[in-house]
């Protein structure tokens, strides 16, 4: 499940959930369809709106669509941005689930760090995002024992020493948000694939080109989803 909270869309946040429902597949493609899960409409962004939420959807995937109680080791995959509310309230309601981090948003966070706070030139910016992200960087390393070993030879390259404050930021969060949130999920799935948050992203699309990109009142929304 992929979570992701829209923007602009009315007067009100939308935090949706989409999914793929992987009992169907294309006849050619053998792609499960996206669909749209549970939806919050909410005012506020703190915890507990969001714990809120979370707990119920918690209660209603219990059952399925006839009323059967499901199997409680069912393994539940949750991606989402860096929210500290959301990702606080989801490892309280799922604190068994494989959480991972979108890593198209933790790119973006890292190249607005570098270019907006530290001021690297783009020579700089082009490596240390390949270390990072690129196939052979941090992101894409297939056991902790190897991104350790990654780590190591970024913290000792001549971009990551230039940059101390950038050191400070990625010992401080980022080492901790690629490892447990990117590279360890990616170990258990048996996976490498940097997972994001494009499927959320699309719907949101989906939603406000539903809405043409207005803001409604409450009633109108409604109506329209």
């Known amino acids: 499940m992929a979570v992701d909270k829209t923007f602009n869309l009315p007067s009100h946040y939308v935090t949706i959930i989409t999914y793929k429902n992987v009992k169907v597949q294309h006849r050619e493609t053998h792609e499960s369809p996206l669909m749209i899960g549970p939806a919050l409409l909410h005012h506020d962004s703190n915890f507990q709106t969001y714990h809120s939420f979370f707990s ?11 009323g059967t109680f499901l199997q409680p080791n069912i393994e539940i995959q949750l991606g989402s941005d860096d929210e500290k509310a959301l990702v606080a309230a989801m490892d309280s309601v799922f604190p068994n689930s494989i959480r991972f981090l979108c890593t198209r948003h933790l790119k973006e966070n890292v190249v607005r760090f570098l270019t907006k706070k530290v001021g690297v030139p783009q020579v700089d910016l082009k490596v240390m995002k390949s270390a990072i992200f690129g196939k052979d960087g941090l992101a894409h390393a297939d056991s902790s024992f190897v991104y350790e070993e990654r780590v190591e030879a970024f913290k ?21 948000h690629i490892l447990n ?20 992203e699309y719907m949101k699309n989906v939603l406000k080109q539903m ?8 009633p109108n929304l409604i109506n329209t989803m």
Do not use: A
């Open 211 to 218: 809405t043409n990109w207005k803001t409604l009142t409450l």
């Open 156 to 176: 000792r390259c001549i971009e990551m020493q230039k940059y101390p404050l950038f050191q400070k930021y990625f010992d401080e969060r980022l080492n901790d």
């Open 56 to 66: 119920h959807v918690k209660s209603i995937t219990k059952y399925d669509i006839t």
């Open 181 to 200: 949130y990117v590279v360890r999920p990616n170990v258990i799935r048996g996976s490498i694939d940097l997972e994001t948050n494009n499927n959320s």
